[in-house]
C-alpha cells in the first residue's frame, strides 16, 4: 500500500508536471474524506502521508471552543475548553485536539474520492502554474494558433495554455478560423477557479506599439520612443514617434525600405492604414503634426480645459475632419488634447460673440463704462478672476487705465467672487442629499451636497449624468466626475449579471 502510494505520487507528478508535495495533499484530502464518511457522526478527520516510506497515520480532530458556548454547532467536532484541557492542559480556543483513528485501506478509494480530488488539486497546480509563467509577460506580444471559436470568442492555443480572444477585442471582419495563426497583445492574467485566466486583444492601441518594436530595430532597441498610439482597429491608426539620435529619421526608419516595415505592420492588423507622425514635446505642435497632412491656419490653447480650437481652411476641413471624424478623433486620442476644428470665419464669430459677452459682463459686474470694458477685453481679460488675480503691473500696463480705476475694478471684482462663494457654500450646506447618495463609495458628505446644490439629489439622478455634464460643476474634474458615475451605475452592471 505504501508503495502504491508513492508510485501514484511520482506517476502523476512526472506526467502533469506539478509539485510532488501537491499531490501528497491531496492523497491526504482523499484519504480523510474517505475516513469521515466511514463514520455515522459527523467527524473531522486529519490524514498524515509520510514522504519518504508512503506510510500514513490518521487521526480524528477537535475544535477547541470557548466554555460559554452552550449550544454545540458541531458536536462531533467540536469540544469545549474544560474538556480539552483534560486531555491536553496546554489546550486553548482554536487548537485541535487529536486522537488515532485506524486508517482506511487506500486500495477501496483509490479509484473513487482520490482520484476526484487528484484531479481538481492537479488542475488548480496546472492553472496556478499558468498565471506564475504568465504573469511576467503581462502587456507583452504573444504568439499563438487559433484552436477553436466559442460562441464568437477565440480560444488561441499558446503551448501548454490557452487564452481568450473575446470577439470584442478581435479586429472586425478579419474572420479568424481554426489553425490559423495570430499575433495579439496579452491584456490581463489573473487566477480564477475556472474559465479563463489568459486575455488577450487585437484592437488595442498597446498592440499597435509592440509591433512597431518587433518590426523596427530602432523603436526595439529604444533609439526611437514611441509616445502613444490611436486606433480604430482594422481601419486607421495614428502612431507617435521620436529619435534620441539625431541622425536616425524616426518616421523613415518605421517606414522601411518602401514602406516594407509600416506595410508588415499593416497587414498583421487586417489592412489598417497607419499614419506615422512625429512627435513635438509643445503640444500645439504636436498636433498640428497629427492632422497632417491637412494644413492647420492657427490654434487656441486652453489650459484650463486641455483643449484647443484648431481653425484650418475652409478647403481643408473635412480632410481635417476625416471621414465619420476619424482623423480628428485619433488625433485627439494621441495627443490627449480635446480638439475643435473650425474654419477662419467660425472661429472669427465665436470670438466675437465671446468678446461681445465679456464686454457686457465686465460693464454689468463692475459698473464701469462700455469703453473701459472693450479696452480690457481687448487686452486679454475675459474673466472676474482674471481682473481679481492677475498682477496689479499688468492692468496698470494697460493704456487708457488710470491706478484708480484699477484698483476699484480689482476691489469690485474680488467682492463679486467671494459673495458667489460665499452664496454656493450655503448653497450647498442647504442641500439635503438622500440617503443613497450618501451611502455611495467614494462619497463624501460635502461632495453628496455639491451634487445636490446642482439637482443631483439621488443615486439614480446621478447615474444619468454624463462626464461633461457633471465635470461643469466647479470642484469636480472629468476623473472625479467619471469615478462618481460609474460608482453610481454599478447596480445597473450587478443587476445585468444576476440576471445573465
Known amino acids: 500500500m505504501a ?52 506510510d500514513y497515520d490518521t487521526f480524528r480532530r477537535w475544535i477547541v471552543v470557548a466554555d460559554e458556548q452552550e449550544v454545540l454547532e458541531f458536536p462531533g467536532r467540536e469540544l469545549r475548553l474544560k474538556e480539552a484541557q483534560a486531555r491536553n492542559p496546554e489546550a486553548v480556543v482554536g487548537d485541535y485536539i487529536e486522537e488515532p483513528l485506524e486508517p482506511v485501506d487506500f486500495g477501496r478509494i483509490a479509484a473513487q474520492a482520490a482520484k476526484q480530488v487528484i484531479v481538481q488539486k492537479v488542475r488548480e497546480a496546472e492553472r ?39 470577439k470584442a477585442a478581435m479586429i472586425p471582419r478579419e474572420g479568424l478560423r481554426p489553425g ?23 484592437t488595442t492601441p498597446q498592440l499597435l506599439v509592440e509591433l512597431f518594436k518587433l518590426e523596427v530595430p530602432e523603436a526595439g532597441e529604444g533609439l526611437i520612443e514611441i509616445h502613444g498610439a490611436a486606433r480604430d482597429p482594422g481601419l486607421r491608426a495614428k502612431i507617435a514617434v521620436n529619435s534620441k539620435d539625431p541622425r536616425i529619421d524616426p518616421i523613415g526608419a518605421c517606414v522601411g525600405m518602401r514602406g516594407s516595415r509600416v506595410q508588415s505592420v499593416s497587414n498583421e492588423l487586417g489592412g489598417e492604414r497607419v499614419d506615422i507622425i512625429q512627435w513635438a514635446p509643445d503640444p500645439a505642435q504636436f498636433v498640428i503634426n497629427a492632422l497632417a497632412p491637412a494644413e492647420v491656419l492657427s490654434i487656441v490653447v486652453d489650459e484650463e480645459l486641455h483643449s484647443m480650437d484648431v481653425i484650418v481652411d475652409e478647403s481643408q476641413l473635412s480632410q481635417v475632419i476625416g471621414r465619420g471624424g476619424q482623423n480628428v478623433r485619433l488625433a485627439s486620442e494621441l495627443t490627449g488634447w480635446e480638439l475643435n476644428i473650425m474654419t477662419e470665419e467660425a472661429a472669427s464669430a465665436r470670438g466675437e460673440s465671446e468678446a461681445t459677452n465679456a464686454v457686457q459682463m465686465f460693464a454689468d459686474q463692475l459698473r464701469i463704462d462700455v469703453s473701459v470694458a472693450e479696452l480690457l477685453v481687448r487686452e486679454g481679460f475675459m474673466t472676474l478672476d482674471e481682473v481679481a488675480y492677475v498682477p496689479k503691473q499688468e492692468m496698470l500696463a494697460v493704456e487708457g487705465l488710470t491706478e484708480e480705476q484699477v484698483d476699484q475694478m480689482r476691489d469690485r471684482a474680488r467682492d463679486i467672487l467671494l459673495t458667489r ?31 445636490a446644490s446642482h439637482g443631483i439629489k439621488t443615486m439614480e439622478e446621478l447615474a444619468d449624468q454624463s ?22 451605475r454599478a447596480p445597473w452592471f450587478a443587476g445585468q449579471g444576476q440576471g445573465a
Open 180 to 202: 490559423d495563426r495570430v499575433r495579439a497583445y496579452l491584456e490581463d492574467v489573473h487566477s480564477a477557479p475556472r474559465g479563463p485566466q489568459l486575455f488577450l486583444s487585437r
Open 128 to 166: 496556478e502554474q499558468i498565471v506564475n509563467q504568465f504573469k511576467g509577460r503581462q502587456g507583452e506580444l504573444i504568439t499563438g494558433v487559433v484552436k477553436r471559436l466559442e460562441r464568437g470568442d477565440a480560444i488561441i492555443e499558446l503551448g501548454a495554455a490557452e487564452a481568450l480572444l473575446p
Open 467 to 488: 462626464v461633461d455634464d457633471l465635470a461643469a460643476i466647479e470642484g469636480l474634474d472629468e476623473e472625479r466626475a467619471r469615478s462618481l458615475i460609474m460608482a453610481a
Open 421 to 451: 462663494a460665499i452664496t454656493l457654500e450655503e448653497k450647498i450646506d442647504m442641500a439635503e442629499p438622500a440617503a443613497d447618495l450618501l451611502a455611495m463609495p467614494e462619497m463624501d458628505e460635502h461632495m453628496a451636497r455639491l451634487l
Open 3 to 54: 508503495n502504491e502510494i508513492l508510485m501514484v505520487v511520482e506517476a502523476v507528478s512526472r506526467e502533469k508536471n506539478v509539485d510532488r508535495e501537491v499531490i501528497f495533499g491531496a492523497l491526504e484530502a482523499a484519504l480523510a474524506t474517505a475516513t469521515r464518511k466511514r463514520h455515522k457522526e459527523d467527524i473531522d478527520a486529519r490524514v498524515e502521508i509520510h514522504r519518504k516510506t508512503g
